[in-house]
């Protein structure tokens, strides 16, 4: 704004060297000034909102999730339909009616080696990821911990997407500790933060609470309590008995929700092993 005023007086002196070589009258030299100054007006705020969607853009950017599981090289290939066993493909065109989004990927291709295993595995992630009493939002956050966990780049990267879906903003993943991933190890590069409970608290619940009193998300009487106790499980594969009765009393006074937030916790664990063992690429899975 003050380059803008400084502009506008510098316009007044050319203006009186003009009127001093012409016949021009003050009032046409004022209206000069005038259309002078609109249009430094104008080329100013054209600039400013340049800038700001050079800025807006950039903060587009930096807000964006930047998948690590991509360049994955799968160490399964699946067979071909025609090489299927009639198990294989009574099975494969069951997954692919149930899932037409997302069809085969995933874990899907290499269970299907084990037709006997892949459709109890099937119908258990079916159940696990709909119909528990949790909603989208808290079986996300339960998921993405355990992908953390265990290290599973492709599961994270997967179901980064679902929980934003599910109103889980990027601030608090990213808030996740993930430690140094499998894709980075020999090198420099990514997180030194640990996946740990103690770690949780540190980072991601002081983001999850401003999110839930900030902007109205989630509910901190239900959220706050499954990411302690999934955190929990996940690094000492148990919980203490005040964790237990905590998480309990607040999800309603029964055991169905802790059981449900376990059965989550060992199927994701599962498909992460799955996932890092075949090496498939988040690519695949998306």
Not at 30 to 41: D, G, P, Q, V
Not at 64 to 87: G, H, L, W
Not at 111 to 127: F, H, M, T, Y
Not at 177 to 185: T, V
Request: glycine share 6%.
């Amino acid at each position: 704004f003050a380059s803008l005023q400084l502009s506008a007086l510098c316009i007044r002196p050319l203006s009186c060297l003009i009127h001093e070589e012409s016949s021009i009258s003050p009032a046409q030299e004022e209206a000069s000034i005038m259309r002078a100054f609109n249009l430094l007006k104008y080329n100013h705020n054209k600039n400013y909102h340049l800038l700001f969607r050079c800025r807006c853009r950039k903060m587009s950017k930096e807000k964006q999730y930047m998948p690590t599981s991509t360049t994955f090289q799968p160490r399964y290939d699946d067979p071909s339909p025609e090489n299927m066993t009639p198990q294989q493909s009574a099975l494969r065109n069951s997954i692919l009616e149930s899932r037409p989004r997302t069809g085969l990927s995933g874990p899907f291709g290499p269970w299907l080696a084990v037709p006997s295993i892949a459709g109890p595995s099937q119908e258990l992630g079916r159940i696990v990821r709909y119909e528990t009493s949790l909603s989208m939002r808290e079986s996300e956050l339960v998921i993405l911990l355990t992908g953390a966990k265990f290290k599973s780049e492709a599961e994270f990267d997967i179901h980064v997407g679902e929980a934003m879906r599910a109103g889980i903003g990027l601030d608090v993943i990213n808030k996740i500790p993930r430690g140094s991933l499998l894709s980075q190890k020999g090198s420099n590069e990514g997180d030194t933060v640990e996946f740990s409970l103690e770690n949780v608290k540190k980072y991601m619940i002081p983001q999850l609470k401003k999110e839930i009193d900030n902007e109205g998300k989630g509910d901190l009487q239900r959220d706050i309590p499954i990411v302690l106790f999934t955190s929990e499980l996940l690094e000492t594969n148990t919980v203490s008995d005040e964790s237990y009765a905590t998480t309990k009393q607040m999800l309603g006074g029964d055991d169905s929700a802790l059981v449900e937030i376990i059965a989550i916790v060992g199927y994701y664990a599962y498909v992460a092993y799955t996932l890092n063992v075949f090496r498939i690429a988040s690519s695949s899975s998306s």
